[in-house]
């Protein structure tokens, strides 16, 4: 282990204790923690699951955490100067932020801080991971019948659709799981992401993704296969030109569809808050993807031909309102049309202008 600390010693217990950190051992911080005190309020138990994720996350490119002393150095938290301790990946340099509560040598809580000060001023950190605690996850949190009634309605809906490994799921499936659990909705209540996170969060988040693919390809299915017909007939470029202006409004309506990854044989895997992707398969889920696909990689390649706006100009038009509405930089229409404006009065802009 390297501990980067300053000279103020630790307990042998807190010592121990910051080794088990250091190698992300949670077996050992299961077995030594005092389960008598609560940690960032809640159990023993679920905060260690927790950190066991983040863990598990920094593992696989870390092989140990170096420790730095610091506090909180807010301005507004009731936590502001209470010491912690930053632990770094040595390799990806991604951290955690965690304050301690040490009195008597004995540790008596630790919570992730949002807003922490390392006394050896650590630079060229990455990404920070935090110990999330959700509401319903407090010690002082009320479980009564009909909340135990919500969590298992959000669980067993939850587990129809995410699998490892994942199986396919196709339009039909989406059809009769939105479907089916519109009255857990309807009982739990939408998702809302200002509201507190709960243990049927992710089935919330889970299922406004999914209806609104399922509305979208209900309203639009027609279209799409419209759509995916005229792409594959077309030759000349003016005719990529063409479909991707007549098809923007219906693209612009899409629900945002994360990260999705076309596996070839007809198969896509959507990223999304759950633990393992989606995978989609049938005819009209397919069609859906590969209308997309097809959009967005011709769009780009037009867009890098026909920009209209070099990378100054695109600055400082976003510069002079930060409160407007850019997307139509991004759009083909636009460009083509300020390149027509352009050449109205004898400037004939390069293509590719961006190189």
């Given at each position: 282990?390297?501990?980067?600390?300053?000279?103020?010693?630790?307990?042998?217990?807190?010592?121990?204790?910051?080794?088990?950190?250091?190698?992300?051992?949670?077996?050992?911080?299961?077995?030594?923690?005092?389960?008598?005190?609560?940690?960032?309020?809640?159990?023993?138990?679920?905060?260690?699951?927790?950190?066991?994720?983040?863990?598990?996350?920094?593992?696989?490119?870390?092989?140990?955490?170096?420790?730095?002393?610091?506090?909180?150095?807010?301005?507004?938290?009731?936590?502001?100067?209470?010491?912690g301790f930053r632990f770094i990946g040595n390799k990806?340099?991604?951290?955690?932020?965690?304050?301690?509560?040490?009195?008597?040598?004995?540790?008596?809580d630790i919570y992730s801080c949002g807003e922490f000060?390392?006394?050896?001023?650590?630079?060229?950190?990455?990404?920070?991971?935090?110990?999330?605690?959700?509401?319903?996850?407090?010690?002082?949190?009320?479980?009564?019948?009909?909340?135990?009634?919500?969590?298992?309605?959000?669980?067993?809906?939850?587990?129809?659709?995410?699998?490892?490994?994942?199986?396919?799921?196709?339009?039909?499936?989406?059809?009769?799981?939105?479907?089916?659990?519109?009255?857990?909705?309807?009982?739990?209540?939408?998702?809302?992401?200002?509201a507190p996170r709960m243990k049927w969060s992710p089935?919330?988040?889970?299922?406004?993704?999914?209806?609104?693919?399922?509305?979208?390809?209900?309203?639009?299915?027609?279209?799409?296969?419209?759509?995916?017909?005229?792409?594959?007939?077309?030759?000349?470029?003016?005719?990529?030109?063409?479909?991707?202006?007549?098809?923007?409004?219906?693209?612009?309506?899409?629900?945002?569809?994360?990260?999705?990854?076309?596996?070839?044989?007809?198969?896509?895997?959507?990223?999304?808050?759950?633990?393992?992707?989606?995978?989609?398969?049938?005819?009209?889920?397919?069609?859906?993807?590969?209308?997309?696909?097809?959009?967005?990689?011709?769009?780009?390649?037009?867009?890098?031909?026909?920009?209209?706006?070099?990378?100054?100009?695109?600055?400082?038009?976003?510069?002079?309102?930060?409160?407007?509405?850019?997307?139509?930089?991004?759009?083909?229409?636009?460009?083509?049309?300020?390149?027509?404006?352009?050449?109205?009065?004898?400037?004939?802009?390069?293509?590719?202008?961006?190189?």
């Open positions: 282990m390297q501990d980067k600390s300053d000279s103020r010693e630790n307990s042998e217990y807190d010592q121990l204790i910051l080794n088990y950190f250091a190698s992300m051992d949670i077996e050992g911080l299961r077995m030594h923690l005092n389960a008598t005190y609560s940690y960032q309020e809640t159990s023993k138990e679920i905060f260690l699951n927790v950190l066991e994720k983040a863990f598990n996350s920094l593992r696989q490119e870390n092989s140990e955490l170096i420790i730095s002393r610091g506090k909180c150095c807010s301005e507004t938290c009731g936590n502001k100067q209470n010491s990806t340099k991604d951290y955690l932020d965690l304050i301690f509560n040490i009195k008597d040598d004995d540790i008596k000060c390392s006394d050896d001023n650590t630079k060229e950190l990455a990404n920070q991971y935090s110990i999330f605690i959700n509401a319903d996850d407090r010690l002082d949190f009320y479980k009564s019948d009909l909340y135990y009634q919500k969590v298992e309605l959000a669980s067993n809906a939850y587990n129809e659709i995410v699998f490892e490994p994942p199986r396919p799921i196709d339009f039909e499936k989406l059809e009769s799981w939105v479907l089916e659990h519109s009255f857990s909705i309807e009982l739990i209540g939408g998702f809302d992401i200002f089935f919330l988040r889970l299922y406004e993704e999914l209806s609104e693919i399922y509305n979208f390809i209900k309203v639009n299915a027609a279209e799409i296969d419209q759509a995916n017909r005229e792409f594959e007939a077309i030759n000349e470029e003016s005719e990529y030109i063409d479909w991707i202006l007549f098809n923007e409004t219906m693209v612009k309506n899409a629900p945002f569809v994360w990260n999705y990854e076309y596996q070839g044989e007809g198969n896509y895997y959507a990223k999304t808050e759950t633990a393992q992707p989606i995978h989609f398969n049938g005819i009209k889920m397919l069609a859906f993807f590969d209308f997309l696909k097809n959009y967005d990689k011709k769009l780009s390649e037009l867009l890098d031909k026909y920009n209209a706006l070099s990378l100054e100009e695109e600055m400082e038009i976003m510069q002079s309102d930060p409160d407007k509405d850019f997307s139509e930089i991004f759009n083909l229409r636009f460009h083509l049309k300020r390149r027509a404006t352009l050449r109205e009065y004898g400037v004939e802009l390069s293509l590719y202008l961006r190189g």
